[in-house]
């Protein structure tokens, strides 16, 4: 391992779908580190590859992928070599996730009680009276009100924000070392969103876990996010802290996600927006995947795909315009406003580097 | 908002809508709202899932026998509409964009006859030429190829999808649109674009929007103003500028306090405000007032004056 405080290293990932019509590249060589304790946001557009991504590690991929190269190392081993019974033994023991819809991902013909009790049962080959006990503690603790009484329900008694709770509850019963969130909280209102994501962030403090967070929304991401990875096409265009990324970005596709989604100030005719579409990866096009979309797209986008370039020790962006030799641009206004806040922001903490700790923390110190 | 000459052409009145009316498990979806929609504007409606934004959609084009109130559209009850032509002419004048650009396009229809039905419907088209005329310049007002047409929609991406059916909305050359949802199923770089094409169509044809969305980020640029539901009611109206700087209620309030801003430095220091709805089940009768100018708040009498403490306080009223 590269870094001690590493619990989940991902290198040089590609991942292929078999189809009647060729192979569709879904992941084209992704690598990223996941820390301890941290909260990892993997943000991006449908078809992007950030579901791919997670459901690889899960080892849940669908029969027609086909994984050609790369690594998952997870406390010292690949967890692409392992079988399927090992994997078994992973899922939902070290490694949880908490899936979109709570309509869909819970069994509807089992009371939740036994749901939640069920990995305890299972995996630990626990009794189930102590299971049972153990899932009523969680329910507490994931704020389901009059817990002792709704552990003999079903989940069609719930609403979708405490199924979403139910399903947390799952996710946590054995305290995993990592919790894959893959959009938890797009089928839920706002304010339900705000509740779950409060949750979240409360229990991530109580058991330590380390969460990939997947999600469309940059709203959702700048709240929970420690370090974020922009997906496009298949691969990771740029990555960072969260204020590295929402108030210094560096990538064409960081700038048009940002200024594409209206705050509650944005004003003007015309929103920002990215034209086209994002390009079929049945024929992935050579060089940068994003130029065909890019205002800023050099000659060179593409001929040739660009590298990394290192914007800070914690930020990195695959776009040429970080190129010495490249032409200097102005990025969309939008973007040189967040530019001009990180120049204050940084300004302010001359003396200490902004060290990567969980966010409620943060606040405690403000 | 320009209301010195603003012309109403939606008139709600007192509005309920029940399911299930006399049963055990009646809902009252919509429960006596009232609103104006001025010609021109885009009138936004948000509000949580259950709170009877897609009903009110649904009872002002006519998709339900209203229970109770009326709706007038260019000052005729939307219900009096008994002749056919009276009929067709409404449903000409009035058009919907669905939310689920996946479901809301008949798979087996080729994208031509798709957008031609209404143009089909209301012989709108003298013949087949001047038909197909017809659907290559809608295609192209919404920014789609019009090599396109003998396409079929799983041929299309999302965002594609939803611009087919805005074609298919305006090609009977709607006044009234109602958008349900029209880009919460899509990706944010396309629902951008989309709403970039709604706004520029409204520009062109003078078009009239109600457009209902959860969005609230998304509703407040693309509205003029807002109305708030929750529970089948109707809480809060306003401009759209003034309802987000300085809302009244306590819930619209809860609710702009949960919106996550895509700002880590101000999600850090975000506070949610909780709303407790049960006061609003407690047996008084309530009104939407007018506590400040065009500003609307749906109060019980003893509580205007705090609604009007609280304008005063974020200066909407002017002494």
Redesign the interface.
């Known amino acids: 391992m590269d870094n001690e405080k590493d619990i989940l290293e991902v290198r040089n990932l590609q991942v292929n779908f078999k189809t009647y019509a060729g192979d569709v590249k879904a992941i084209r060589n992704v690598s990223f580190d996941l820390r301890k304790g941290e909260t990892l946001a993997i943000v991006g557009?449908?078809g992007s590859g950030k579901s791919v991504t997670t459901r690889t590690i899960m080892g849940l991929n669908a029969r027609n992928a086909d994984i050609t190269s790369g690594t998952i190392m997870y406390k010292g081993e690949d967890l692409l070599k392992k079988s399927e019974k090992e994997m078994e033994g992973i899922r939902g023991q070290d490694i949880a996730e908490i899936f979109q819809d709570p309509m869909t991902s819970l069994d509807p013909t089992m009371k939740i009680g036994r749901q939640i009790a069920e990995p305890l049962m299972v995996h630990k080959g626990m009794k189930k009276e102590k299971a049972l006990a153990q899932a009523l503690e969680m329910m507490k603790l994931v704020g389901i009100t009059d817990a002792e009484n709704r552990i003999n329900d079903y989940p069609h008694q719930f609403s979708?924000g405490m199924r979403q709770r139910i399903v947390i509850a799952i996710a946590l019963i054995n305290y995993p070392e990592i919790l894959i969130a893959d959009e938890p909280t797009t089928a839920l209102?706002?304010?339900?969103?705000?509740q779950i994501?409060?949750l979240m962030k409360e229990l991530q403090d109580k058991i330590s876990t380390s969460i990939i967070f997947i999600t469309?929304?940059?709203?959702?991401?700048?709240?929970m996010a420690d370090r974020v990875a922009v997906m496009y096409a298949g691969k990771i265009v740029e990555y960072g802290t969260?204020?590295e990324i929402?108030?210094n970005p560096k990538h064409p596709y960081t700038w048009?996600?940002?200024s594409?989604?209206?705050?509650?100030d944005?004003?003007g005719?015309?929103?920002?927006?990215?034209?086209g579409?994002p390009p079929d990866l049945l024929d992935p096009p050579t060089g940068d995947a994003f130029a065909a979309r890019n205002a800023y797209a050099l000659k060179i986008d593409t001929e040739q795909e660009p590298p990394f370039f290192k914007v800070s020790d914690t930020h990195y962006a695959a776009t040429w315009l970080l190129h010495p030799d490249a032409p200097k641009v102005t990025p969309p206004d939008q973007i040189v406003a967040r530019q001009k806040?990180y120049a204050e922001?940084q300004k302010n903490l001359v003396k200490q580097q902004r060290p990567s700790i969980p966010?409620e923390e943060?606040?405690e110190q403000? | 908002m320009d209301y010195e000459n603003a012309e109403k052409i939606l008139e709600v009145k007192h509005l309920k809508q029940y399911f299930n009316v006399g049963k055990p498990d009646e809902v009252r979806a919509v429960d006596d709202i009232s609103f104006d929609i001025y010609k021109g504007e885009t009138f936004g409606l948000v509000g949580e899932s259950g709170s009877g934004k897609t009903t009110t959609g649904r009872a002002i084009i006519h998709l339900y026998e209203p229970t109770a109130g009326e709706i007038l559209f260019n000052g005729k009850n939307v219900d009096t509409f008994t002749s056919k032509a009276e009929q067709r002419e409404f449903r000409q004048d009035m058009q919907m964009i669905f939310q689920d650009p996946y479901a809301s396009l008949n798979p087996r229809m080729k994208v031509k006859d798709i957008v031609a039905e209404g143009i089909d419907i209301n012989h709108l088209a003298k013949d087949d030429a001047d038909r197909s005329k017809k659907v290559e310049d809608l295609l192209e007002t919404v920014g789609l190829n019009k090599d396109h047409s003998s396409r079929y929609p799983h041929e299309f991406s999302g965002g594609q999808r939803q611009r087919i059916g805005i074609a298919r909305a305006l090609a009977v050359d709607p006044k009234f649109v109602i958008a349900d949802e029209p880009i919460s199923a899509l990706d944010v770089s396309i629902q951008a674009q989309v709403v970039n094409l709604m706004k520029k169509l409204q520009r062109e044809q003078g078009l009239t929007y109600l457009f209902i969305a959860h969005d609230l980020s998304m509703v407040k640029y693309i509205s003029d103003r807002i109305g708030v539901m929750h529970y089948g009611r109707m809480l809060e109206i306003a401009d759209s500028d003034e309802i987000y700087a300085h809302p009244l209620h306590d819930y619209t309030k809860s609710l702009l306090s949960a919106v996550p801003v895509p700002d880590p430095e101000f999600e850090r220091t975000r506070e949610e405000i909780a709303y407790d709805g049960s006061n609003e089940n407690d047996g008084k009768e309530r009104t939407l007032v007018e506590i400040a100018p065009h500003h609307w708040v749906r109060a019980a009498d003893d509580e205007i004056d705090m609604y009007t403490q609280r304008a005063h306080e974020a200066s909407l009223i002017k002494k």
Not at chain 1, 189 to 194: E, F, G, H
């Open positions: 557009e449908s979708g209102d706002v304010t339900i969103q705000a994501l409060n469309h929304d940059l709203g959702v991401v700048a709240g969260v204020d929402f108030y048009g996600l940002l594409s989604m209206p705050t509650l944005t004003g005719d015309e929103l920002p927006s990215i034209p579409t806040k922001m966010v943060e606040e403000q």
